[in-house]
Nanobody, 115 residues
Framework: QVRLVESGGGLVQPGGSLRLSCAAS????????MAWYRQAPGKERELVAG???????GYVDSVKGRFTLSRDNAKKTVYMQMNSLKPEDTAVYYC?????????WGKGTLVTVSS
C-alpha cells in the first residue's frame, strides 16, 4: 500500500510563501502523474497543479505564475512552491499520485493565508 505524507502547511500572511512536500513510501518513478488538490471550507476539492512522469507540469489559472511544482525522485518527494499567497488560497492541500489507474491520496496539510 502506497503511503503519501504531506507537510509544509501553516499560517502565512498574504503575499508570503510556503513550500509543500509530498513524501511517498516508495519510488515515485513508476507513477504516471502526481498532483496537488485543495479543498477550501464549504467548497469542493479542486485540482491545483500536476506533474507527469516526464516532468511536464500544468496549473489551474488561479495559481499560474505563483505556484511551481518540482520532484525529487531520489527523495521520493514532490514539492509545490507557493508564492504570493492570497487569502483565497486557504484550504487543505492534498497530494495525489496515480499509478496503473489507481489514485493514492495523502491526508492533507492545512494552508491558512491570513493577516
Amino acid at each position: 500500500q502506497v503511503r503519501l505524507v504531506e507537510s509544509g502547511g501553516g499560517l502565512v500572511q498574504p503575499g508570503g510563501s510556503l513550500r509543500l512536500s509530498c513524501a511517498a513510501s516508495e519510488s515515485i518513478i513508476s507513477f504516471n502523474a502526481m498532483a496537488w488538490y485543495r479543498q477550501a471550507p464549504g467548497k469542493e476539492r479542486e485540482l491545483v497543479a500536476g506533474i507527469s512522469s516526464g516532468g511536464s507540469t500544468g496549473y489551474v489559472d488561479s495559481v499560474k505564475g505563483r505556484f511551481t511544482l518540482s520532484r525529487d525522485n531520489a527523495k521520493k518527494t514532490v514539492y509545490m512552491q507557493m508564492n504570493s499567497l492570497k487569502p483565497e488560497d486557504t484550504a487543505v492541500y492534498y497530494c495525489c499520485m496515480n499509478r496503473y489507474g489507481i489514485d493514492y491520496w495523502g491526508k492533507g496539510t492545512l494552508v491558512t493565508v491570513s493577516s
